[in-house]
């Protein structure tokens, strides 16, 4: 996320959301599902999370979890946030229909069952100054990224996915090159989406005021800079010496090795990643006249579901937020 998030977010948490549940789908539909699918007025997403024809997304507002039909576009909020000063960031599901949910500036993070909209757990994970940008989860963790300081957090996964008590939080220091960047804290929004590596041994962590990829050791926090080219410069920009830069890099998505990167500035980047994710290659920027700062990917099939959390206004209980639907 780009640093005037946080301007935005300040003002949004002095409004009480008045956003209505319906939603309505664009005309254009492809193959049955439209491309693009309107949220509540007034909802501010950020993360999205997909199962089957199944969407969630969290709002920045008031911390509400809101599930779409992919399909039909129809919504209902199954989980009300607290209000103002409540946030939902990044999110992901598990195989048990259970919802990880981010917690932005309140420094926690929440499991919320995606078909009752039941709060299952609550963490506590870090004191002010924090944002908790996003999540990933590996089989036995559930790892959240910390825009404000260089700590992973992480809740620990017990047999059969079984969630851990909330003094069983832990944290992981970000170190080696991650150290060697200039700009970090307190300025900007550092560590934000976060993945596995292609051979499952380590995370990818995108810095988006440094628009550096790293790969993390879960073990030690040591990170070390993911090396990304762009050989037949696929980005426009021959005076990058064939280096990509990800400044503005917000969610990350893996499938297989192809890892896409969502930039705040309106594009998907979509690299082909050796297996230990040490080097990548730039295979094709994906981008749409619907984008209006797209923050994160969840993929279904050829598609990839990107909402648009328009940081480039001032959120109001009747500004407009949709979901593009992509062809990767």
Do not use: C
């Not at 969290?58 to 039909?72: E, F, H, P, Q």
């Not at 990800?246 to 990167?261: F, Q």
Request: net charge negative.
């Amino acid at each position: 996320m780009v640093r005037r998030w946080l301007a935005a977010l300040g003002a949004a948490l002095l409004l009480t959301a008045g956003a209505a549940v319906g939603a309505t789908a664009h005309p254009d539909h492809h193959r049955g599902f439209p491309d693009r699918i309107e949220l509540p007025s007034g909802f501010q997403p950020e993360g999205i999370a997909v199962r089957g024809r199944t969407a969630w997304l969290g709002s920045l507002a008031d911390g509400d979890i809101y599930r779409v039909d992919l399909r039909t576009g129809e919504g209902e909020v199954i989980s009300e946030g607290a209000g103002p000063g409540t946030t939902s960031v990044g999110l992901k599901i598990d195989r048990h229909g259970r919802l990880f949910v981010a917690g932005g500036f309140a420094g926690d993070a929440r499991v919320v069952d995606t078909e009752t909209g039941e709060t299952l757990a609550s963490y506590r994970l870090a004191g002010a100054p924090t944002i908790v940008n996003d999540v990933v989860l590996t089989r036995h963790s559930a790892w959240f990224t910390d825009s404000s300081q260089a700590v992973l957090h992480r809740l620990p996964l017990g047999p059969h996915g079984s969630l851990p008590d909330a003094d069983e939080v832990e944290h992981l220091r970000l170190s080696g090159e991650w150290e060697q960047i200039p700009g970090q804290y307190p300025a900007g929004i550092n560590a934000n989406g976060i993945e596995r590596t292609p051979d499952r041994r380590g995370l990818l962590v995108v810095n988006s005021a440094a628009g550096v990829l790293f790969r993390v050791d879960p073990r030690t926090g040591d990170a070390r800079r993911v090396e990304l080219t762009d050989p037949d410069d696929l980005n426009g920009d021959p005076a990058d010496d064939d280096e990509v830069m990800l400044t503005g890099g917000d969610g990350l998505l893996l499938r297989g090795r192809n890892l896409y990167v969502v930039l705040n500035r309106g594009a998907v980047y979509e690299f082909d990643l050796d297996r230990s994710a040490r080097a990548g290659t730039l295979d094709e920027v994906i981008t749409s006249d619907d984008f209006a700062v797209p923050t994160t990917a969840a993929r279904l099939g050829r598609w990839l579901y990107i909402p648009n959390a328009r940081f480039d206004v001032t959120p109001t209980p009747t500004t407009e937020y949709w979901i593009t639907r992509v062809d990767r």
